[in-house]
């Protein structure tokens, strides 16, 4: 994850970046060097702040379209020189998954752009994905011969191919080399590489690493403290917590209960997730003490396992906790927003609007609480979810603010849900395809549009399917 310079909500560009449907509508509106300008700067600038989760490709393929869009500067961005030394999937993957679209729908140039850019660029596995997906077996395995190429015929060379050949996402292209007639050098050696790939994930599984049958509780503990001390970034006290629940007996609580309370930092989180699994008595105190005195580590683990608590004693301390203004409140107020009931309304309205207050728009505990607004239909937290929808620059959070104005918001069919239909996302427009009014002409064209797209979700389309009918005013 990164943190991209995002144009103000009320700008065009601010509007593209966000992938709000309302930047399509403004964008065809626009004069075309604007937008063409606004929409460059998107594709070639990522300004999505998980890339992972959240969808611009299509809706920018989309807009090239509408604007008739060449792709030259694509282009120029691909094959600038920073593509030597920058490998980073972030620079060029968005750029590629928009050129696979325009693809799809039939560019041309944008295949021939691709093809290129699989043979001889940097991030050449995600254009080769793209290609996988669209492209015929004949370019697919005329590829074979640069993207061989990169990987010399020494021991080192073949086992960073068999390494590319097993984490393909898509493995069609290796398939097609691995039969190629016209290169049965390459073929084999592809066809060695796919032996090597499953002969590295058996030796894997031979060589366990982690604890052992008859291993005690001190020694799980003391795995879970080695795995913080080697590898800081990935804790195990989760699976150290799991491995717990197998060998710990009545017997060793007191041990895990002093861990819990003054361990090291990894068998402490290791304790903690234990206890809180196991609805131990002693859980929500030792949990309040991590917090409170814990280190950084120590206090995620404890907010987490308590964020995974389910009995109705989490609850209730929950509804004690939910006033905090500390970390425990959030999250206090985030299990009350998930599994709380309407007594609880208004101690999820008041965090809503605390977190909105004192973190912004695009406070990650927004994203749990905004789902409960909706949950427990807090009619009148609607000005606070539209003022979440126009500002986040989170479109994986605008949807879920989407889906609650529209159980707490009489006027979002007529409003939100008909800019939706443009939406990035894709759950956000088959919300608005089931929700949005059909009095307004854009709509009805716009549904017909969907349902006539080959590149929309199968969901989306359903949704407007159930729209449609023979009583639908005519486009």
Known sequence: ???????????????????????????????????????????????????????????????????????????????????????????????????????SYGRRDALLLL???????????????????????????????????????????ETDLAAAARDAFEPRPWRLWAENPDDPAGAARVRAAGEQGCFDRWQRQLRPTGPRPGWSVREVLEWAQQGLDQHPSQPRHIAAARCLTAV??????????????S?????????????????????????????????PVVADAALASFERMRSTAAIARARTWAGRDDALGSAAACMLACRGGQRDADLVLSALRRTVRTEGADAPDLMTLVD??????????????????????????????????????PTFASGFAVECLWDCEESTRELAARHAATGDQRVVE??????????????????????????????
């Open 446 to 475: 716009r549904l017909r549009r969907l349902a006539a797209d080959p590149a929309e979700e199968a969901e989306v389309q359903t949704a407007v399917r159930s729209r449609i009918g023979p009583d639908m005013p005519a486009v």
């Open 248 to 261: 710990a007996s009545p017997e060793d609580r007191p041990e895990v209960v002093e861990a819990a309370r």
């Open 263 to 295: 361990g090291p930092d990894g068998a402490r989180g290791a304790a903690l997730r234990f206890l809180a699994e196991q609805q131990d008595s002693e859980a929500f105190d030792l949990i309040d003490a991590a917090v409170a005195d814990g280190s």
């Open 115 to 157: 093809r290129r850019y699989a043979a001889t660029g940097s991030n050449w596995t995600w254009a080769l994905d793209e290609l996988a997906l669209r492209d015929d077996d004949t370019a697919l395995r005329a590829l074979s011969t640069p993207i061989l190429a990169r990987f010399p015929a020494t021991p080192e060379g």
């Open 1 to 103: 994850m990164f943190d991209p310079d995002i144009a103000p909500s009320g700008t065009l560009l601010g509007l593209l970046q966000r992938g709000r449907g309302d930047g399509t509508l403004h964008a065809l509106a626009a004069p075309r060097a604007e937008a063409l300008a606004a929409l460059h700067h998107c594709v070639l600038r990522d300004p999505r702040r998980d890339w992972q989760i959240e969808n611009r490709s299509l809706y920018y393929a989309r807009l090239c379209l509408d604007l008739d869009a060449g792709l030259e500067d694509i282009e120029a961005h691909l094959f600038h020189a920073d593509d030597v030394v920058d490998h980073s999937e972030e620079r060029t993957g968005l750029a590629l998954a928009v050129l696979g679209h325009l693809a």
């Open 372 to 409: 409960g607004t909706g949950r427990l239909a807090i009619a009148c937290a609607a000005p606070v979810l539209r003022h979440i929808y126009r500002e986040t620059a989170s479109s994986h959070l605008r949807g879920r603010a989407a889906r609650a104005l529209a159980v707490t918001d």
